[in-house]
Protein backbone atom coordinates (compact mmCIF):
# COMPACT_ATOMS: atom_id res chain seq x y z
CA UNK A 1 0.00 0.00 0.00
CA UNK A 2 2.37 2.73 0.75
CA UNK A 3 4.91 2.47 -2.74
CA UNK A 4 1.27 2.38 -4.39
CA UNK A 5 0.27 5.51 -2.75
CA UNK A 6 3.68 7.59 -2.79
CA UNK A 7 3.51 6.47 -6.61
CA UNK A 8 0.40 7.63 -7.06
CA UNK A 9 0.62 11.22 -4.90
CA UNK A 10 3.20 11.97 -6.82
CA UNK A 11 2.45 10.94 -10.10
CA UNK A 12 -0.63 13.53 -9.25
CA UNK A 13 2.14 16.17 -8.17
CA UNK A 14 4.03 16.11 -10.82
CA UNK A 15 1.10 16.64 -13.09
CA UNK A 16 -0.60 19.60 -11.75
CA UNK A 17 2.25 22.39 -12.50
CA UNK A 18 2.57 20.78 -15.76
CA UNK A 19 -1.32 21.12 -17.02
CA UNK A 20 -0.99 24.75 -15.55
CA UNK A 21 1.69 25.47 -17.48
CA UNK A 22 0.39 24.01 -20.38
CA UNK A 23 -2.48 25.66 -19.76
CA UNK A 24 -1.05 28.99 -20.08
CA UNK A 25 0.77 28.20 -23.64
CA UNK A 26 -2.11 26.20 -25.10
CA UNK A 27 -2.67 26.90 -28.93
CA UNK A 28 -5.66 24.81 -29.24
CA UNK A 29 -4.00 22.48 -31.08
CA UNK A 30 -4.01 19.87 -27.86
CA UNK A 31 -5.66 16.71 -27.90
CA UNK A 32 -9.20 16.06 -26.71
CA UNK A 33 -7.46 14.45 -23.76
CA UNK A 34 -5.54 16.95 -22.64
CA UNK A 35 -7.85 19.16 -22.84
CA UNK A 36 -10.32 17.60 -20.63
CA UNK A 37 -7.80 17.35 -18.05
CA UNK A 38 -6.92 20.88 -18.22
CA UNK A 39 -10.61 21.49 -17.53
CA UNK A 40 -10.84 18.92 -14.72
CA UNK A 41 -7.22 20.37 -13.05
CA UNK A 42 -8.58 24.32 -13.71
CA UNK A 43 -11.88 23.28 -12.32
CA UNK A 44 -9.92 21.31 -9.24
CA UNK A 45 -6.86 23.47 -8.37
CA UNK A 46 -7.47 27.59 -9.96
CA UNK A 47 -9.16 29.79 -7.45
CA UNK A 48 -12.69 30.84 -8.25
CA UNK A 49 -12.54 34.23 -9.33
CA UNK A 50 -15.83 35.09 -7.78
CA UNK A 51 -13.94 34.93 -4.41
CA UNK A 52 -14.70 37.64 -2.16
CA UNK A 53 -11.07 39.13 -1.71
CA UNK A 54 -12.50 41.41 1.62
CA UNK A 55 -12.54 38.09 3.45
CA UNK A 56 -10.38 35.29 1.46
CA UNK A 57 -6.79 36.29 0.61
CA UNK A 58 -5.31 34.14 -2.15
CA UNK A 59 -1.64 32.91 -1.19
CA UNK A 60 0.13 33.58 -4.55
CA UNK A 61 2.66 30.46 -3.90
CA UNK A 62 1.40 27.10 -4.98
CA UNK A 63 4.04 24.85 -3.89
CA UNK A 64 3.65 23.49 0.09
CA UNK A 65 6.59 21.81 1.81
CA UNK A 66 5.59 20.49 5.75
CA UNK A 67 6.77 18.98 8.86
CA UNK A 68 3.77 17.69 11.24
CA UNK A 69 3.77 15.32 14.60
CA UNK A 70 0.38 13.69 15.29
CA UNK A 71 -0.85 11.69 18.79
CA UNK A 72 -3.65 9.52 18.12
CA UNK A 73 -5.45 7.66 20.31
CA UNK A 74 -8.13 4.91 19.27
CA UNK A 75 -11.09 3.16 21.19
CA UNK A 76 -12.87 0.06 19.57
CA UNK A 77 -15.31 -1.53 21.52
CA UNK A 78 -17.72 -4.01 20.93
CA UNK A 79 -20.62 -5.69 23.20
CA UNK A 80 -22.63 -8.58 22.16
CA UNK A 81 -25.96 -9.86 23.98
CA UNK A 82 -26.69 -13.48 23.57
CA UNK A 83 -29.53 -15.83 24.31
CA UNK A 84 -29.26 -19.39 24.04
CA UNK A 85 -31.90 -21.56 24.50
CA UNK A 86 -33.22 -25.08 23.58
CA UNK A 87 -34.26 -25.91 20.08
CA UNK A 88 -37.70 -27.97 20.27
CA UNK A 89 -37.47 -31.63 20.87
CA UNK A 90 -34.43 -30.60 23.26
CA UNK A 91 -33.87 -30.49 26.85
CA UNK A 92 -32.29 -27.35 28.71
CA UNK A 93 -32.65 -24.13 30.35
CA UNK A 94 -32.23 -20.44 28.63
CA UNK A 95 -29.29 -18.65 29.57
CA UNK A 96 -28.63 -14.88 28.81
CA UNK A 97 -25.07 -13.04 28.96
CA UNK A 98 -22.83 -10.69 27.31
CA UNK A 99 -19.35 -9.94 25.98
CA UNK A 100 -17.35 -6.91 25.63
CA UNK A 101 -14.42 -6.93 23.48
CA UNK A 102 -12.17 -3.46 23.90
CA UNK A 103 -8.71 -2.44 21.73
CA UNK A 104 -7.81 1.07 22.95
CA UNK A 105 -4.25 2.67 22.93
CA UNK A 106 -2.39 4.95 25.21
CA UNK A 107 -1.27 8.07 22.74
CA UNK A 108 1.04 6.80 20.02
CA UNK A 109 3.09 9.32 18.64
CA UNK A 110 3.98 9.69 14.85
CA UNK A 111 6.22 12.17 13.12
CA UNK A 112 5.57 12.86 9.36
CA UNK A 113 6.12 15.16 6.10
CA UNK A 114 3.64 16.58 3.54
CA UNK A 115 3.91 18.02 0.16
CA UNK A 116 1.03 19.65 -1.69
CA UNK A 117 0.81 21.48 -4.69
CA UNK A 118 -2.40 23.89 -5.08
CA UNK A 119 -5.28 22.10 -3.57
CA UNK A 120 -3.82 18.62 -3.45
CA UNK A 121 -1.76 17.58 -0.37
CA UNK A 122 0.09 14.02 0.74
CA UNK A 123 1.38 13.15 4.12
CA UNK A 124 3.12 10.07 5.29
CA UNK A 125 4.41 9.19 9.06
CA UNK A 126 5.91 6.34 11.12
CA UNK A 127 5.18 5.98 15.07
CA UNK A 128 8.24 6.56 16.99
CA UNK A 129 8.78 6.10 20.66
CA UNK A 130 8.33 2.81 22.58
CA UNK A 131 6.12 0.99 20.14
CA UNK A 132 7.85 1.93 16.62
CA UNK A 133 9.25 -1.96 16.34
CA UNK A 134 4.95 -2.25 15.37
CA UNK A 135 5.76 -0.27 12.34
CA UNK A 136 2.47 1.46 12.90
CA UNK A 137 1.97 3.92 10.12
CA UNK A 138 -0.54 6.38 8.66
CA UNK A 139 -0.76 8.23 5.36
CA UNK A 140 -3.50 10.69 3.97
CA UNK A 141 -4.47 12.37 0.90
CA UNK A 142 -6.47 15.70 0.31
CA UNK A 143 -8.00 17.58 -2.32
CA UNK A 144 -9.14 20.86 -1.60
CA UNK A 145 -11.54 23.54 -3.32
CA UNK A 146 -13.21 26.85 -2.53
CA UNK A 147 -16.39 25.09 -1.72
CA UNK A 148 -15.09 21.10 -1.14
CA UNK A 149 -13.16 19.15 0.40
CA UNK A 150 -12.00 15.40 0.30
CA UNK A 151 -9.64 13.62 2.28
CA UNK A 152 -8.71 10.35 2.85
CA UNK A 153 -6.57 8.57 5.68
CA UNK A 154 -5.09 5.57 7.04
CA UNK A 155 -4.27 4.82 10.67
CA UNK A 156 -2.39 1.23 11.46
CA UNK A 157 -2.41 0.40 15.32
CA UNK A 158 -1.51 -2.78 17.14
CA UNK A 159 -2.18 -3.08 21.11
CA UNK A 160 -3.27 -5.67 23.35
CA UNK A 161 -6.69 -7.00 23.12
CA UNK A 162 -8.87 -6.73 26.22
CA UNK A 163 -12.38 -9.11 26.92
CA UNK A 164 -14.79 -8.71 29.94
CA UNK A 165 -17.96 -10.67 30.38
CA UNK A 166 -19.08 -13.96 28.43
CA UNK A 167 -20.57 -17.36 29.55
CA UNK A 168 -18.50 -18.47 32.26
CA UNK A 169 -18.06 -14.95 33.27
CA UNK A 170 -14.10 -15.12 32.09
CA UNK A 171 -11.77 -11.96 31.55
CA UNK A 172 -8.80 -11.73 29.54
CA UNK A 173 -6.08 -10.16 28.07
CA UNK A 174 -4.37 -11.20 24.57
CA UNK A 175 -1.36 -12.17 24.49
CA UNK A 176 -0.53 -11.06 21.35
CA UNK A 177 -0.86 -7.72 20.21
CA UNK A 178 -4.19 -7.37 17.82
CA UNK A 179 -4.65 -5.32 14.97
CA UNK A 180 -6.81 -1.68 14.22
CA UNK A 181 -7.14 -0.47 10.72
CA UNK A 182 -8.52 2.50 10.55
CA UNK A 183 -9.67 3.93 6.95
CA UNK A 184 -11.87 6.47 6.16
CA UNK A 185 -12.61 8.69 3.24
CA UNK A 186 -14.08 12.32 4.23
CA UNK A 187 -15.88 14.85 2.09
CA UNK A 188 -17.56 18.62 2.86
CA UNK A 189 -19.06 20.93 0.67
CA UNK A 190 -18.98 24.59 2.10
CA UNK A 191 -22.43 26.87 1.32
CA UNK A 192 -21.17 30.22 1.92
CA UNK A 193 -17.50 29.19 -0.03
CA UNK A 194 -17.29 32.97 -1.38
CA UNK A 195 -16.75 34.53 1.55
CA UNK A 196 -15.03 31.58 3.45
CA UNK A 197 -12.79 29.39 3.69
CA UNK A 198 -12.78 26.06 5.67
CA UNK A 199 -9.45 24.83 4.56
CA UNK A 200 -7.45 28.07 5.44
CA UNK A 201 -6.51 27.22 8.59
CA UNK A 202 -5.83 23.47 8.14
CA UNK A 203 -4.07 24.00 4.59
CA UNK A 204 -2.82 27.17 4.49
CA UNK A 205 -3.39 28.53 0.47
CA UNK A 206 -5.90 30.94 1.12
CA UNK A 207 -6.46 33.39 4.49
CA UNK A 208 -9.33 34.40 6.54
CA UNK A 209 -9.21 37.87 6.48
CA UNK A 210 -12.27 38.68 7.87
CA UNK A 211 -14.27 36.30 11.16
CA UNK A 212 -17.14 34.19 8.88
CA UNK A 213 -18.65 31.52 9.21
CA UNK A 214 -20.55 28.61 6.97
CA UNK A 215 -23.14 25.89 7.19
CA UNK A 216 -21.63 22.65 5.56
CA UNK A 217 -22.74 19.29 4.37
CA UNK A 218 -20.27 16.15 5.06
CA UNK A 219 -19.98 12.56 4.44
CA UNK A 220 -17.62 9.87 5.16
CA UNK A 221 -17.13 5.81 4.16
CA UNK A 222 -15.23 4.52 7.19
CA UNK A 223 -13.61 0.95 7.54
CA UNK A 224 -12.63 -0.28 11.02
CA UNK A 225 -11.22 -3.82 10.93
CA UNK A 226 -9.90 -5.44 14.63
CA UNK A 227 -8.22 -8.70 14.20
CA UNK A 228 -7.04 -11.43 16.95
CA UNK A 229 -3.47 -12.64 15.93
CA UNK A 230 -4.16 -15.86 14.68
CA UNK A 231 -1.14 -17.93 17.05
CA UNK A 232 -3.44 -16.61 20.42
CA UNK A 233 -5.30 -19.81 21.03
CA UNK A 234 -5.62 -19.63 24.53
CA UNK A 235 -7.33 -15.77 23.87
CA UNK A 236 -9.86 -17.01 21.10
CA UNK A 237 -10.65 -20.14 23.64
CA UNK A 238 -12.24 -17.49 25.83
CA UNK A 239 -13.69 -15.85 22.96
CA UNK A 240 -15.59 -17.94 21.78
CA UNK A 241 -13.39 -17.90 18.36
CA UNK A 242 -14.03 -14.92 17.88
CA UNK A 243 -11.14 -13.75 15.77
CA UNK A 244 -11.86 -10.64 13.86
CA UNK A 245 -14.64 -7.80 13.45
CA UNK A 246 -14.48 -5.91 10.13
CA UNK A 247 -17.28 -2.72 9.67
CA UNK A 248 -17.77 -0.62 6.56
CA UNK A 249 -20.31 2.36 7.05
CA UNK A 250 -21.28 5.31 4.78
CA UNK A 251 -22.50 8.50 6.82
CA UNK A 252 -24.03 11.71 5.91
CA UNK A 253 -24.41 15.35 7.59
CA UNK A 254 -23.90 18.39 8.23
CA UNK A 255 -23.28 21.04 10.49
CA UNK A 256 -21.47 24.54 10.93
CA UNK A 257 -17.81 25.30 10.85
CA UNK A 258 -16.61 29.09 12.07
CA UNK A 259 -13.47 30.91 11.30
CA UNK A 260 -12.72 33.23 14.17
CA UNK A 261 -9.81 35.74 13.06
CA UNK A 262 -7.97 37.06 16.39
CA UNK A 263 -4.99 39.29 14.38
CA UNK A 264 -4.71 40.13 10.84
CA UNK A 265 -2.41 42.36 8.57
CA UNK A 266 -2.66 42.52 4.83
CA UNK A 267 1.00 41.76 3.11
CA UNK A 268 3.20 44.69 2.19
CA UNK A 269 4.10 43.08 -1.04
CA UNK A 270 1.73 40.81 -2.52
CA UNK A 271 3.19 38.65 -4.75
CA UNK A 272 5.28 37.40 -2.13
CA UNK A 273 2.94 37.44 1.02
CA UNK A 274 5.69 39.51 2.57
CA UNK A 275 4.22 41.21 5.58
CA UNK A 276 1.24 38.77 6.16
CA UNK A 277 0.44 38.37 9.41
CA UNK A 278 -2.65 36.51 10.32
CA UNK A 279 -3.91 34.11 13.74
CA UNK A 280 -7.05 32.38 12.82
CA UNK A 281 -9.04 30.17 15.11
CA UNK A 282 -11.58 27.32 13.34
CA UNK A 283 -14.16 25.28 15.54
CA UNK A 284 -16.62 23.18 13.60
CA UNK A 285 -19.46 20.57 14.67
CA UNK A 286 -20.79 18.11 11.95
CA UNK A 287 -23.69 15.63 13.37
CA UNK A 288 -24.02 12.81 11.06
CA UNK A 289 -26.50 9.92 10.27
CA UNK A 290 -24.87 6.26 9.58
CA UNK A 291 -27.16 5.42 6.77
CA UNK A 292 -25.47 1.83 5.82
CA UNK A 293 -23.60 -0.40 8.07
CA UNK A 294 -22.05 -3.90 6.96
CA UNK A 295 -20.45 -6.00 9.95
CA UNK A 296 -18.54 -8.83 9.45
CA UNK A 297 -17.57 -11.23 12.27
CA UNK A 298 -15.26 -13.97 11.84
CA UNK A 299 -15.01 -16.93 14.27
CA UNK A 300 -11.91 -19.73 14.12
CA UNK A 301 -13.32 -23.28 14.30
CA UNK A 302 -11.20 -26.37 15.01
CA UNK A 303 -10.03 -27.50 11.83
CA UNK A 304 -11.84 -25.21 9.64
CA UNK A 305 -11.18 -22.01 7.93
CA UNK A 306 -12.78 -18.79 9.48
CA UNK A 307 -16.27 -18.53 9.28
CA UNK A 308 -17.47 -15.13 8.35
CA UNK A 309 -21.04 -14.06 9.64
CA UNK A 310 -22.24 -11.08 7.87
CA UNK A 311 -24.75 -8.56 9.70
CA UNK A 312 -26.63 -5.26 7.94
CA UNK A 313 -26.32 -2.43 10.78
CA UNK A 314 -29.35 0.05 12.23
CA UNK A 315 -29.31 3.86 11.78
CA UNK A 316 -27.18 5.28 14.34
CA UNK A 317 -25.90 8.63 15.33
CA UNK A 318 -21.82 9.88 14.40
CA UNK A 319 -20.72 13.05 15.17
CA UNK A 320 -17.33 14.99 14.17
CA UNK A 321 -15.63 17.80 15.68
CA UNK A 322 -12.40 19.52 14.64
CA UNK A 323 -10.92 22.54 16.16
CA UNK A 324 -7.68 24.33 14.95
CA UNK A 325 -5.71 27.89 15.83
CA UNK A 326 -3.33 28.96 12.91
CA UNK A 327 -0.49 31.55 12.51
CA UNK A 328 0.83 32.60 9.41
CA UNK A 329 3.72 35.12 8.71
CA UNK A 330 4.91 35.61 4.99
CA UNK A 331 5.00 32.34 3.83
CA UNK A 332 5.05 30.43 6.69
CA UNK A 333 2.41 28.70 8.92
CA UNK A 334 2.14 26.59 11.62
CA UNK A 335 -1.07 25.60 13.43
CA UNK A 336 -2.83 23.32 15.94
CA UNK A 337 -5.62 20.63 15.36
CA UNK A 338 -7.62 18.76 17.46
CA UNK A 339 -9.86 16.26 15.61
CA UNK A 340 -12.41 13.55 17.83
CA UNK A 341 -14.83 11.25 15.70
CA UNK A 342 -16.84 9.18 17.01
CA UNK A 343 -18.95 6.50 14.90
CA UNK A 344 -21.49 3.80 16.60
CA UNK A 345 -22.56 0.50 14.99
CA UNK A 346 -25.57 -1.28 15.39
CA UNK A 347 -26.30 -5.11 13.81
CA UNK A 348 -29.85 -6.48 13.18
CA UNK A 349 -30.78 -9.56 15.36
CA UNK A 350 -28.92 -13.00 14.47
CA UNK A 351 -29.85 -16.32 14.96
CA UNK A 352 -27.20 -19.02 14.95
CA UNK A 353 -27.67 -22.79 16.09
CA UNK A 354 -24.68 -24.93 17.65
CA UNK A 355 -22.71 -28.08 15.76
CA UNK A 356 -25.50 -30.59 17.33
CA UNK A 357 -28.40 -28.23 16.18
CA UNK A 358 -29.45 -28.70 19.76
CA UNK A 359 -29.33 -24.82 21.06
CA UNK A 360 -29.92 -21.65 19.25
CA UNK A 361 -28.11 -18.21 19.88
CA UNK A 362 -29.97 -15.15 19.74
CA UNK A 363 -27.41 -12.60 19.15
CA UNK A 364 -27.61 -8.56 19.09
CA UNK A 365 -24.35 -6.55 18.85
CA UNK A 366 -23.46 -3.24 19.07
CA UNK A 367 -20.34 -0.88 18.72
CA UNK A 368 -18.49 1.72 18.09
CA UNK A 369 -15.05 3.40 16.92
CA UNK A 370 -13.76 6.67 18.22
CA UNK A 371 -10.61 7.97 17.48
CA UNK A 372 -8.58 11.51 18.94
CA UNK A 373 -6.39 12.74 17.32
CA UNK A 374 -3.83 16.14 17.87
CA UNK A 375 -1.40 17.78 15.29
CA UNK A 376 1.22 19.91 15.17
CA UNK A 377 1.65 21.31 11.48
CA UNK A 378 4.90 23.80 10.67
CA UNK A 379 4.22 24.95 6.59
CA UNK A 380 6.60 27.04 4.05
CA UNK A 381 5.00 27.57 0.75
CA UNK A 382 7.28 28.27 -2.51
Not at 185 to 193: G, S
Given at each position: ???????L???????????????????????W???T????????????????????Y????????????????T?????????????P??T????????D???Q??????????????????????????????R???????????????Q?Q???????I??TG??????????????????A?????????R??A??????????????????????????????????????????????????????L?G???????????D????????????????????????L??????????????P???????????AF?????????????S??VQA????????????????????L??D??????F?????K?????R?
Open positions: MPKKFISVGLLLCTAPLLRAQAVMDDGSSSVVRAKKVFHLLMDPNPKLDTTCIQMPLPWTAGLETAHITTADLHTDVTESPLGTGATSEYGMFNLNHFCHKVGASFGYGGLSAGYGIEVGARSEENTYFSLGLSGDAYGIVNYVISDYEKGPYGRSAVSGYPGCLRDFVDAYYVFNNRFYSAVYKGQKIQRRSVGSWMLSGRYLQGDLQVDDRDAEFLEITDGLSRYKTDQVSGGYSLNWVLLHRPVEWATARGLRNLTLNLTALPMMSYTDVDSYHNLAGRDARTRNEGKLSIQAHAALGFCWDRYVNHYNRFGFYGASQNLWDRDRSQYINTRAFQDLTAVQFYVF
